[in-house]
C-alpha cells in the first residue's frame, strides 16, 4: 500500500498522506513528499494542489516516535536538513497549494499545514506543537507567519493543540467545515484557481513568496517586475480580451 497517493483530476492534482493509523511521517516519507512536490512545479499540465489525508483520526501526528527514538544524535542535523527540504518542496512549490485538514494536524503535521498557501480544515481539525513534551523544539518559524506571537508561544510551551475555530478566529485557517464536506470545498477551490492564468499563478505565488517580508515599499517595486513579466504573456492579453468581451478566457500557459 502507497504511502502517499497521487491522483490528478482536471488541473488539479491531489496528494494525500495514507499512513494509517495518524500518519505519522518517516523521514523516507519527509523525502518523498519533497519529491512529489517538486516534480508537481515542474508539470505544467496543473495550476493546482490539494494535501489532504485519509481517514478521520489525524491529518497528521506528526514524526513518528518509534523511528525518532530509534535515531542516533549525531544524525539528527542530517535528518534535519531532509526534513527542512520537504516544508520548502510544499512551501515553494510552483502552483498554489491548498491544505484540507481532516483531524488533528500535530508537530510536523501543523508545519505541513502551514507552509501550505490556504488551509481548510474540518469541524473536528485541531492544530498543535507538541515538541516540548517530548525534548523537542521547532515548527514556530513557520507558524509564527500566520498568527500572533501570545497564541504561538501559548501552543509552545504548554503543548496543547488549539481547535479548528480558534485557529479560524486567529487567521490560520481560512474556512471550517463538517468533516463530510471537506473534499469537496476543498476540490471547489482548487477548481476555481486552476482557472486562471497558469503563468500568472505561478508568477503570482513567486512574488508572494519573495515580498511577504519585505519593507512594503520594496516588496510593491518587486511586485511590479512580475507584473510587467506577465504583460509579456499572450495569456495576459486573452485574459484582458476576454473581460472586455465578457466570456471565459482560453489560457495555453505562455
Known amino acids: 500500500m502507497s504511502e502517499i497517493l497521487v491522483e490528478t483530476h482536471g488541473e488539479v492534482v491531489r496528494v494525500t498522506l495514507n499512513r494509517p493509523p495518524v500518519n505519522a511521517l518517516t523521514l523516507a516519507l519527509y523525502a518523498e513528499i519533497a519529491d512529489i512536490f517538486e516534480e508537481i512545479g515542474q508539470r505544467m499540465d496543473v495550476h493546482c494542489a490539494i494535501l489532504g489525508a485519509t481517514g478521520a483520526k489525524a491529518f497528521c501526528a506528526g514524526l513518528d516516535l518509534n523511528e525518532f527514538?530509534?535515531?542516533?544524535?549525531?544524525?539528527d542535523e542530517a535528518r534535519a536538513a531532509v526534513v527542512r527540504r520537504t516544508f520548502s518542496a510544499i512551501r515553494h512549490c510552483a502552483i498554489p497549494v491548498i491544505a484540507a485538514v481532516n483531524g488533528p494536524a500535530l508537530g510536523a503535521g501543523c508545519v505541513i499545514a502551514s507552509v501550505c498557501d490556504i488551509r481548510?480544515?474540518?469541524e473536528n481539525a485541531t492544530f498543535g506543537l507538541p515538541e516540548i513534551n517530548v525534548g523537542r523544539c521547532g515548527g514556530t518559524a513557520h507558524m509564527g507567519?500566520?498568527?500572533?506571537q501570545g497564541l504561538l508561544r501559548r501552543m509552545f510551551?504548554?503543548?496543547?493543540?488549539i481547535g479548528a475555530q480558534e485557529a479560524w478566529r486567529a487567521g490560520f485557517v481560512d474556512s471550517v467545515f463538517p468533516l463530510s464536506d471537506l473534499g469537496d470545498a476543498a476540490r471547489t477551490l482548487a477548481d476555481v484557481i486552476a482557472s486562471k492564468a497558469p503563468l500568472g499563478l505561478r508568477l503570482g505565488k513567486e512574488a508572494l513568496n519573495r515580498v511577504e517580508f519585505m519593507p512594503v515599499e520594496d516588496g510593491y517595486a518587486l511586485e511590479q517586475t512580475y507584473s510587467t513579466r506577465l504583460l509579456h504573456t499572450e495569456d495576459a492579453r486573452e485574459a484582458s480580451r476576454a473581460a472586455i468581451e465578457k466570456r471565459q478566457p482560453v489560457f495555453k500557459g505562455r
Not at 527514538?69 to 544524525?75: F, G, L, R, S
Not at 510551551?157 to 493543540?161: Q, Y
Open 145 to 148: 507567519r500566520h498568527i500572533p
Open 157 to 161: 510551551f504548554t503543548g496543547k493543540p
Open 69 to 75: 527514538m530509534a535515531a542516533k544524535v549525531e544524525d
Open 120 to 122: 481548510l480544515a474540518s
